[in-house]
């Protein structure tokens, strides 16, 4: 039973998303039904495997930025080439894996910093996006298929769903308790030391890229299906979101440390503030700060219990001097 543990990580946002969840329930109209159920998670659909995806990029001490481009991309493709879900998944799935590929090229064989190279990537496959779209939105074939993936199988669980579900859960037991998940951690943690134990830096990096890819690809996959529809500007603004949901998920930004399953209940928590500001008709600028000062006290928080940094040893050598300037 030690393999499906809690982090402690995981076990705090997964105490906050409850908290949260709770707290709407009793305050918030509506947000009580199914229909709202149903709207959390299928806004955590798409943030959830790229969330995946980049969590495994940041266990091995690297960053994948072009996430999103790689979504926007597979999805103009599958909703322009494919005329059912499985195709649509397959194209998806081919796009990412090239992405990753091509990630993994640039950061294993040419040696280059992965921000550098991932940001480089990013611009290249936004850039043959619009080239696909013409700069405008598309409307594919797939308007059975849409309605078949957005139809509830279980309560508010959609297919779309069950297939984030199985990509979160796949690379969560790939980065696991298993050998291949703690070489992944141990590239993230000490590189010298894991290439002084043997691990194959290389391959391990190059695998984890395509993981990356291949979960951002079938992302779009499955978002092109969703919406029988796609424009250049999907996923342009949904690095930002997905990030920071890894983060308060446990995710180290520095490497070997984190889980797909944080990073997944981070997804579902900013999902489930969005959710219930909307119900509330809160306007778009005031739920930002709301979001924006909810997400600080948490990363501050997170670094405050972290014993390695020097955030709550500093915060009681401020003590005395904020006393002291109070009198």
Sequence with gaps: ?????????TLRILCILIFLYSLQLLFVPRF?????????LGRSTLEGMLAAGATVALLMGQIDLSIGSTAALATALAVGMS??????????ALVGVAAGLLNSVLVVVVRINSFIATLGTMIFLRGATYLYTGGQSLTGELLEQS?????PLIGPIAPRVVIMLVVVLTLALL????????????????QAAARAAGVPIGRRVLLGFVLAGLAAGVAGGVQGVSLNGATPYLGSSVLLPVLTAVVIGGTSLLGGKGSVIGSLLGVLTLSTLAVGLNLLRIEAPVQ????????????????AQDPHSGTRRRVFQWLPQLRRAGR
């Design 83 to 92: 005329r059912s879900i499985p195709e649509a998944l397959v194209i998806g």
């Design 288 to 303: 930002q700060l709301i979001i924006g000062s909810i997400l600080l006290t948490l990363i501050i928080l997170e670094r």
């Design 1 to 9: 039973m030690r393999h499906f543990k809690l982090r402690p990580e």
């Design 32 to 40: 009580a039904t199914s229909a709202a159920l149903g709207n959390v």
């Design 175 to 190: 980065v696991g308790p298993t050998r291949w998940g703690l070489e992944l951690k141990a590239i993230g943690g000490d």
């Design 147 to 151: 309605l078949l993936m957005n139809l």
